[in-house]
Nanobody, 114 residues
């Protein structure tokens, strides 16, 4: 089993920045992918960014504004979010894939509003 604990969400004004963190614990050997998804009210959960063996993937809507990074010794993945927009408002979920099993964090709310 893998446990994921997120932190760093909150309220920010448009144009501001936030950094999300997700710490993995438990049976972490074999985790090949970590990333972030988000779900806005009334919408489906969507991929924001992921990192697999150092290769990064981003949703088109966040390219150039968000950066995903992973600290392997700390078993932590980060999402640096800059130039935030109201449409970035959502619950952000950390995701990890260990072989063929998917694990999710509890979610952290990000609200972008003036």
């Amino acid at each position: 089993q893998v446990q994921l604990v997120e932190s760093g969400g909150g309220l920010v004004q448009p144009g501001g920045s936030l950094r999300l963190s997700c710490a993995a614990s438990g049976t972490i050997f074999g985790i090949n992918t970590m990333g972030w998804y988000r779900q806005a009210p009334g919408k489906q959960r969507e991929l924001v960014a992921s990192i697999t063996s150092g290769m990064r993937t981003y949703a088109d809507s966040v390219k150039g504004r968000f950066t995903i990074s992973r600290d392997n010794p700390k078993n932590t993945v980060y999402l640096q979010m800059n130039s935030l927009k109201p449409e970035d408002t959502a619950v952000y979920y950390c995701h990890a894939r260990r072989y063929t099993a998917d694990y999710w964090g509890q979610g952290t709310q990000v609200t972008v509003s003036s």
